[in-house]
């Protein structure tokens, strides 16, 4: 595609990270420097953006999983992808977790913190977290078409695997033809994926401008030292575990941060896992070069439940309010902190600050309840954007991982080559 130019002869201005690089630092200045009048004047080209891409998720997940399904061929390979798949997801959330664990208990960001003097934010609609049970009932739609209409994506995932699935075993002359028919409607949106992010520089600059307008900068000083922590830990998973991981399977991690810069600018930007799927997924498709059966299966599930950066937030969140309130956790709390923030991210949507609604799960199952935690939660959620645009990011960069790591060991060889 001519304006989607990757080649290395285009100049350097002309490539599309570039681009949106950017974007992301020039709306970061005019947001500074203008404040609202500049979110005004360039805030709605953010707001198209992201309502193009919500546009395509429904078709993108539905076609591409029946497509990658029904390539996997026999439910005993289905049953080997799956279980890598949700391994990938338990190990990594995991290890976000414990070193999220090891450093707030090192650093202590909220020993001696003074919270009462900081304004106490709104909080985002609160819908009952789910609990687990919950979640496995809600991946069985009622209605698939609902389920498409409503962009219900568990369910629509649901579907599509079984569709994908008994699609093999159909006799062949319908077999070719509806496969054919998937196949197509995939290809097609993987081109309508293209086009749309060639906008994403405008995109992006209006959603940069809206998001450093709208963050004030008093309340970072009280929550400079739990913000930092927070990021150290979100730095490590994303420069050292996950790299390591990748290492383990063979892939030259900075091959793999370049093919999938794009989508970690997206994730950075809109702060939603769900919004920057299409660019992911068409990243691990044509930069990756995994196939359409690994990425089916891993991108889409990964991104309503494969949340690393969210799971290391969930953790050090609780544990920081627990340290402001000096509400002593035993070895045995911190496990339970342990098991809630890892179900917490699984249950996030991958919208903005859906990481902090959950974090009540958490607070609940140490027994950390009152006004008091409500009005931490509450100024935690003021500075809340920038840590959610760093976790989303992280959340996005596991997700490819996942699916050029078990690509990998399916063994596919032109995964990150280039
Ligand atoms: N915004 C995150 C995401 O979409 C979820 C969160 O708030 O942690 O991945």
């Excluded at 902090?356 to 509450?378: D, K, S, W």
């Amino acid at each position: 595609m001519s304006g989607q130019n990757h080649s290395s002869r285009s100049p350097w201005y002309a490539r599309l990270h570039v681009q949106i690089l950017l974007a992301m630092a020039a709306g970061a200045l005019l947001g500074l420097l203008f404040g609202d009048t500049a979110a005004w004047l360039l805030g709605w080209m953010g707001t198209i953006f992201i309502r193009l891409l919500r546009m395509i998720i429904v078709p993108l997940i539905f076609t591409s999983i029946v497509t990658g399904v029904a390539s996997v061929g026999s439910a005993r390979n289905l049953g080997r992808l799956g279980a890598k798949t949700l391994g990938y997801y338990l190990l990594t959330s995991l290890l976000a977790i414990l070193t999220g664990l090891v450093l707030v208990n090192v650093i202590q960001p909220g020993a001696g913190a003074d919270i009462g003097g900081a304004r106490q934010a709104e909080m985002p609609e609160l819908r009952t977290p789910n609990s687990l049970a919950e979640i496995f009932l809600r991946l069985i739609p009622t209605n698939p078409v609902a389920a498409l209409a409503g962009g219900d994506v568990l369910g629509i995932i649901f579907f599509g695997i079984l569709l994908g699935v008994f699609l093999t075993q159909l006799p062949e002359a319908h077999r070719s033809r509806i496969g054919g028919l998937f196949q197509s409607g995939f290809e097609l949106m993987m081109l309508l994926t293209g086009g749309i992010i060639r906008l994403a520089p405008l995109g992006v600059l209006g959603l940069m401008t809206r998001a450093v307008a709208e963050t004030g900068f008093e309340t970072f000083r009280v929550l400079g030292i739990y913000m930092a922590t927070l990021a150290g830990g979100l730095t490590l998973h994303l420069f050292v575990t996950l790299p390591l991981l990748l290492l383990l399977a063979g892939i030259r991690p900075w091959v793999h941060f370049r093919n999938v810069s794009e989508a970690m600018a997206m994730a950075f930007s809109t702060a939603s896992s769900s919004a920057t799927l299409p660019v992911t997924m068409r990243a691990v498709e044509k930069r990756v070069g995994a196939s359409n059966k690994v990425t089916s299966f891993v991108l889409p599930m990964g991104a309503t439940i494969n949340m690393d950066g969210t799971a290391l937030y969930e953790c050090v969140g609780v544990i920081f309010i627990a340290q402001v309130l000096d509400f002593g956790l035993s070895f045995q709390a911190q496990v339970v902190v342990v098991l809630t923030a890892l179900l917490a991210s699984i249950g996030a949507a991958g919208i903005p600050s859906a990481g902090l609604v959950m974090i009540f799960i958490v607070t609940e199952a140490i027994n950390l309840r009152g006004p008091e935690v409500a009005v931490i939660i509450g100024t935690m959620l003021a500075v809340d954007r920038p840590l959610d645009m760093y976790r989303t990011m992280i959340n996005v960069f596991s997700d490819t991982c996942g699916a050029a790591i078990i690509a990998r060991t399916e063994g596919e060889k032109g995964v990150d080559v280039s």
